[in-house]
């Protein structure tokens, strides 16, 4: 349907070159939060670690929103988990414990992209409003990583109750990770980022009408005529 070289955007813009094509917004958010560097992957696989539960793991990786709510619930259940993996698989119960720093790091980090995910949806979620949605996001990816950097955990409330056993080397994992999701979300939505938004766009009522077009000018003046009919 939006190829490069062939479906309905090519064939868009073949007719009208200036059009502006959008990928899914949603899509490409879920690809910026799979990124993730090996020691964090290897512990997120940790806990996903079940054959038996294949499929429902397949589930919720491609329908990824619910990841956050699954670590989330594990670590609920993470000293319950570790002493029932200890009795049938000493192994893997040693795995799932030490990798709980990560496991925590990354409940904390989904959840917070799963809230961005359910910004971005809906029928009525605008481009203008989705540009905000990721500016914002990636303004508080780098308030994270400082935060994390200086040993600050108050936006990562679980990874709070083990900060104590955290090393400065797990730490850089974390602030790499979130440099590098921040990095990847740039490219992926510079597209949105750079999107020019009139000011008449988003401030209606403030904007100077005689600095806009004659073909905005009269919606404008209509809209502002509007407010005070109102009040």
């Known amino acids: 349907m939006v190829g ?4 309905f955007t090519t064939l868009l813009k073949e007719q009208v070159p200036h059009v502006l094509t959008v990928h899914c917004v949603l899509h490409r958010h879920n690809l910026v939060a799979k990124s993730k560097s090996p ?15 294949g499929r429902l793991l397949l589930h919720t990786d491609v329908r990824w929103l619910s990841k956050g709510n699954c670590l989330a619930r594990f670590c609920e259940l993470f000293d319950s988990i570790v002493e029932f993996l200890e009795e049938v698989d000493a192994a893997l119960g040693e795995q799932v414990s030490s990798s709980r720093c990560d496991i925590m790091y990354l409940a904390d980090f989904f959840g917070k992209m799963n809230e961005v995910t359910l910004k971005l949806q809906g029928k009525g979620v605008t481009l203008i409003q989705s540009k905000a949605v990721i500016h914002s996001l990636t303004s508080r990816l780098d308030l994270y990583r400082q935060s994390i ?7 990562f409330p679980l990874l709070t109750k083990v900060s104590e056993a955290l090393t400065d080397e797990r730490l850089l994992i974390y602030t790499d990770h979130l440099r590098m999701v921040n990095a990847d979300l740039k490219i992926r939505f510079r597209d949105l980022l750079d999107l020019d938004v009139p000011t008449w766009v988003v401030q209606p009522f403030q904007v100077d009408v005689a600095e806009c077009g004659p073909a905005i000018q009269e919606h404008l003046i209509d809209i502002q005529k509007s407010l005070y009919t109102t009040t």
């Open 39 to 53: 020691p964090l992957h290897e512990s997120l696989n940790v806990a996903e670690n079940d054959e038996t539960f």
């Open 149 to 155: 950097g200086r040993r600050q955990f108050a936006h």
């Open 4 to 7: 490069r070289y062939r479906g």
